[in-house]
């Protein structure tokens, strides 16, 4: 297992920017795929993004392909999310989370039941 804690959300307008991080602490994070996840009021917790535990493997939820990148750091032990061109619609909590169920090749995890760690989320909001 890792510990994961998330940081970086806050209140930006429509069209502007933010940058998700996760601290996973312990010595295995680079040996799990990562993802992010979301979750607006009165939804359910949806995908958003993963990436492979050498990093050379991305996979985008469509609605956020082309605005959102994620990344690791490794040496860092941190997952990021770089967001971009941000709608209102993207407002929810984010989470980070921990997965051993993705190698790096063919169609990642994108179900919650398939992470086994998650950090406690942080809240993005959009304004219009």
């Known amino acids: 297992q890792v510990q994961l804690v998330e940081s970086g959300g806050g209140l930006v307008q429509a069209g502007g920017s933010l940058r998700l991080s996760c601290a996973a602490s312990?010595?295995?994070?680079?040996?799990?795929?990562m993802g992010w996840f979301r979750q607006a009021p009165g939804k359910e917790r949806e995908f958003v993004a993963a990436i492979s535990w050498s990093g050379g493997s991305t996979y985008y939820l469509d609605s956020v392909k082309g605005r959102f990148t994620i990344s690791r750091d490794n040496a860092k032990n941190t997952l990021y999310l770089q967001m971009s061109s941000l709608k209102p619609e993207d407002t929810a909590v984010y989470y980070c989370a921990a997965t051993d169920r993705w190698p790096g090749y063919g169609p990642p995890p994108i179900q919650k039941r398939e992470y086994h760690s998650w950090g406690q989320g942080t809240q993005v909001t959009v304004s219009s």
């Open positions: 312990g010595r295995t994070f680079s040996s799990y795929s």
